[in-house]
């Protein structure tokens, strides 16, 4: 099971990454159509083939991510899916963006980051979430809401940036419901599970945040954003309620992991796309 872990949260990397890159072009050509078109913005971007596209291989990724977050730690899986980054900058260079050298070092920074956190992760199952834990983490999902409908309200730069930290709130509570989330074996426990409609309503607030923000933002800017907030707010919340550890004495290395991912990542969300 811990094999097909690891394995599930380098597919779900992948699959992130390169979901973002369709889930843009389908956002960019639904802004082009412009306001006259008979259908709302979201409406526009969903009739977008691309976009489709880009959600279809973004819940095969989701389904990986929950496996792999059944033994594997919060602050190991959601630093991989940060890795996801590179590979939206990586397929957007190969489509002609201009990838210079400080941004293949922050690749590199991001990549010796992910290998100190994986040496130093502790793998074992989350401890069981109380019945309240289980429900504020589905009613945490009016944060992410309204942080979205506030930046529909607003012009210029920080729109797209709220947009994207909406995203990434509502997709760190997709996280830890997928990793508290415990299955007895019957399938009603999972229709009437609190974690289980917080999946999906976290799912589905964040999966409009961040079509909205591509298009108003460079996606990989967008990209950073988000896991960037998935990366630092689910790993603190895994250490304190969920019983994430690090293995003892590596502490200093998870950290350094975890610092140089971050670094990574922020580097990089500077990178302009086009």
């Known amino acids: 099971m811990l094999i ?3 394995i599930s949260a380098i597919v779900a990397c992948l699959g992130y990454g390169t979901a973002s890159i369709f889930q843009s072009v389908g956002a960019r050509r639904a802004a082009e159509i412009g306001s006259g078109h008979r259908l709302s913005g979201m409406g526009r971007i969903f009739v977008q083939l691309p976009y489709l596209l880009g959600v279809g291989i973004d819940g095969l990724a989701f389904l990986a991510n929950v496996v ?11 630093s991989i899916l940060t890795a996801s980054i590179g590979v939206t900058a990586i397929i957007a260079a190969c489509r002609g963006a201009d990838l210079k050298p400080r941004d293949w070092l922050a690749l590199a920074i991001l990549g010796l980051g992910l290998i100190f956190l994986t040496i130093s992760a502790g793998a074992e ?10 429900w504020l ?3 945490s999902a009016v944060l ?4 979205g409908l506030a930046a529909l309200r607003i012009r210029g730069r920080a729109a797209p940036a709220l947009l994207a930290l909406s995203s990434g709130l509502a997709f760190t509570g ?7 989330l415990h299955w007895n074996g ?13 999946i999906l309503v ?3 607030i964040g999966t409009v945040a961040f079509a909205l923000a591509l298009q108003r933002g460079a996606v990989t800017s967008i990209s950073a954003i988000t896991f960037v907030v998935e990366m630092v707010v689910p790993s603190v919340i895994g250490m304190l309620i969920l019983g994430d550890r690090v293995d003892s004495g590596l502490e200093w290395l998870a950290a350094s992991g975890f610092l140089l991912a971050i670094v990574g990542a922020l580097i990089l969300a500077r990178f302009n796309d086009g």
């Open 202 to 204: 976290h799912g589905v």
């Open 68 to 78: 792999a977050l059944q033994q594997l730690p919060l602050y190991l899986v959601q």
């Open 144 to 147: 992410p809401l309204v942080l």
């Open 125 to 134: 199952s989350a401890a069981k979430l109380s019945s309240l834990s289980e």
């Open 174 to 180: 997709v996280a830890v419901a997928s990793r508290g």
């Open 4 to 6: 097909l872990s690891w």
């Open 137 to 139: 983490i589905l009613a």
């Open 186 to 198: 019957h399938w009603m426990h999972l229709v009437v599970s609190p974690l289980v409609w917080a």
